[in-house]
């Protein structure tokens, strides 16, 4: 019969193992098509999100206020960009922005 904490480690090491094969570019991309942006879009947005934010960045826009709740295509430019800049990151408000246009346009 294993030991408890054998009980425990295993089930969190396959968790871990499990997360460490998904990219940040794949998870920037998977809740960009969850906030319903089209999926190629998504793909070049976070593509672009990932070569210029870090990852501290990235976990803070995550973080972005009841976002995961909204479909984006049905906000103001006016509500996301005053969502971004509350995060208090001019980078990543110019990243996001630049992002969201820049591939728009490309697709």
């Keep these: 019969m294993p030991r408890p904490s054998r009980l425990i480690l295993l089930p969190l090491l396959a968790v871990v193992a499990g997360c460490a094969t ?3 570019e794949a998870r920037v991309r998977s809740k960009l098509i969850e ?3 089209r999926p190629p879009v998504a793909g070049c947005m976070a593509e672009r999100m990932v070569d210029r934010l870090s ?4 976990k ?6 009841g976002l995961g709740n909204h479909d984006v295509r049905g906000m ?3 509500e996301l960009v005053h ?4 995060l ?3 980078e990543i408000v110019s ?3 630049k992002a969201g246009i820049g591939c728009s346009i490309a697709s």
Excluded: E, K, W
């Excluded at 990852?55 to 990235?58: A, D, E, H, T």
């Excluded at 803070?60 to 206020?65: D, E, I, K, M």
């Design 55 to 58: 990852l501290v960045q990235l």
């Design 35 to 37: 906030a319903g942006i």
């Design 95 to 97: 990243v996001v922005l």
């Design 22 to 24: 998904v990219s940040p």
């Design 83 to 86: 969502r971004l800049r509350a």
């Design 76 to 78: 103001s430019i006016d």
């Design 60 to 65: 803070r826009l995550q973080s972005l206020g």
């Design 88 to 90: 208090q990151d001019p």
